[in-house]
């Protein structure tokens, strides 16, 4: 197939274009040339999607078979791509993320689970924000209807190349050694998906021609946070030691979830529906998710590739991970 990638060069979009390649697709990516290099065997086009002008040069006479969009982050852009590329290609498939739903963390989703009013018209430019990408999701269906779309609610990702940080600051805080504080309980249960197989499956619905909303990530309840440190210290070898800490006295301590211990979700109000997305119809569609062992050893391999990061870990703004003083102490504090 014909395939045009919109991003393609960080993370979720780079595992896109590894596994159509490997499939035998032509693939078109289409970034800025900021955020990473294309893949040998891609035709990169250069341009900034916000611009019309942009999306114009990369459109003339052409046609694709099917776009996918890692990159729509604001309704304005997933619009203007949508209107663009409607005359040139059948079905878009647009990653759209578990923020979309109004009730993400609250409550327990599916695919019917109501999406935040944000509408396909907001102005361009906006502040990053869970509900943009409702908006996302509208802008692309004034297009392209129901009967053209595929929307991919997308759980937290992990795996190689991941540009967020949040695995790759477990694991090197673990390859540090020692105590590492670990927050709350070991049985702690999460969904994570590896970016390659959110991108094996997005790819299979894509040849078959599938449209409509699946909520992407791996079962509820498939692993625990204690599972996650462990594989973590089995990947680095580490002589580490996860300090699990009563959440109480992390919050206490102001101790900043999701961010200051990376994909903590304490389990309270707010928080505690945050790993029960039901992504059984993904399954129904063939979705398999690999044990989560190989997501961290792979992930702990590209980053010894890698070697140290180069910018920060950020979570929009915010650096990820604790001041290791502060986790000094609050660690002594749990010694007694
Ligand atoms: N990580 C998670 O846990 C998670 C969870 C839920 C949903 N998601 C969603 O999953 C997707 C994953 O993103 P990713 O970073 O892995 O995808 P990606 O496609 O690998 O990277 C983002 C791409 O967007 C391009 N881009 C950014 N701004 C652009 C612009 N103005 N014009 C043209 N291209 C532009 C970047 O290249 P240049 O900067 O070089 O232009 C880059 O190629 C996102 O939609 C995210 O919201 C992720």
Redesign the pocket.
Known sequence: MNIL????????????VSEALRRGHHVT????????ADQPGVEAVR????LPA?LDRLIADRRWDAVVD????QPY?VGLAARLLRPHTDHYTL?????AFADWGKLPLDENSTTHPCPADTPPDQPPGNHL?AGCERALLESFGADRSLILN?????GPH???G?LPWWLERIARGGKVLAPGAPSRAMQLID?RDFAAFGLDLLEQGRTGRFITTAPPGSTTFGELLDACVQATGAAAEPVWTDEEVLLSAGVEPWTELPIWAPDRPDWDAIWLADSSRARAAGLRCRPLSETVRDTWAWLQERGPAAQPYLQGRTPLGIDPEKERSLLAKAAG
């Open positions: 990638i919109l991003g393609g060069s960080a993370f979720l979009g780079r595992a896109y990516t289409f970034n800025r040339g900021l955020s990473g341009g900034d999607r916000n942009g890692t990159a729509g982050q852009a990653v759209s993320s578990i923020h990408k997308c759980g937290l990702l992990i991941e540009n967020i949040r970016a």
